[in-house]
């Protein structure tokens, strides 16, 4: 509530009240109610909590291979949900020139003969936190820290996820994402992703980088889409992480191309 009543006034001196407002966050809707103009959000995850979005009456954009019916059931009405063909990176990547994008530069001690993996562990504290998740992704640490023909490159949520790292010897010095890089840039950098799902997974799965999901909880219906076409992999509480590929062999898919429908569809919800 604090940052939704800093972004009012910061909001009204720019541009006095907008018409609309298409916000991700929780702030951004709120004070879009206070300004008194109608708010759009984005979601791509039906598990996330919604009831902010619901009690400040939010149009919900949706990727059409969630049902409807699963936002109605928390609570939203009909008309407040509107599906968009495609998938949320379909918009997040519609402006970009992907060919201009160039492989970060990782940080040492980054040995360029050996695979990459890009670690991203789950959320300690979000509200859909499993522990199981973290308990799957210790185990596969485990493995890689054994392993000589793959390094880790590990980018923590937060500074105590580190020990993740310390807590092991490892055959292959990681390496820690310590500055914020580019994502598109580190998805080009890297030849496989670990994740506890949520946007990283969803985007690495859109650039074709092979991806394998620790997350325990209700695969969302997203994810649930991308294992089906087959780019995502998820590991179960009884999986033996050795099972995935972790070589250099592994092939990466063709980077997914923009779904212009995507973007023209939320367009026109916006301007209606």
Partial sequence: MLRAGRLVPAVYRRIGIPRAVLSTSRSGVMAARMLGSK????????GVETLVYRTFGTTVLHPEVIPASEFSALGFPEHRLVSFPGLKEDISFSGMNLTKVRPAELPSPRDPRLPAILVR???????YRVNASSDALGRILDHLADRSDAQVVFAPRESKQEQMLSARQWSVPPVLLRQPIPLVDLLRSVDRVLTG???????????GVPTVTVFQGALPY?????ESEGRIERIGPSDDPAKFQWQAELERRAEGSVNGASLETVVKALES
Avoid at 121 to 127: F, G, L, N
Avoid at 197 to 204: D, N
Avoid at 222 to 226: A, G, N
Wanted: proline share 6%; glycine share 6%; with cysteine.
């Fill in 197 to 207: 799902g949520g946007t990283m997974l969803r985007e690495a799965a859109w650039f």
């Fill in 222 to 226: 997203v994810d649930r889409w991308l």
């Fill in 39 to 46: 708010c759009f959000t984005i979601l791509d995850y039906e």
């Fill in 121 to 127: 562990p789950p959320s300690e504290t979000s509200h």
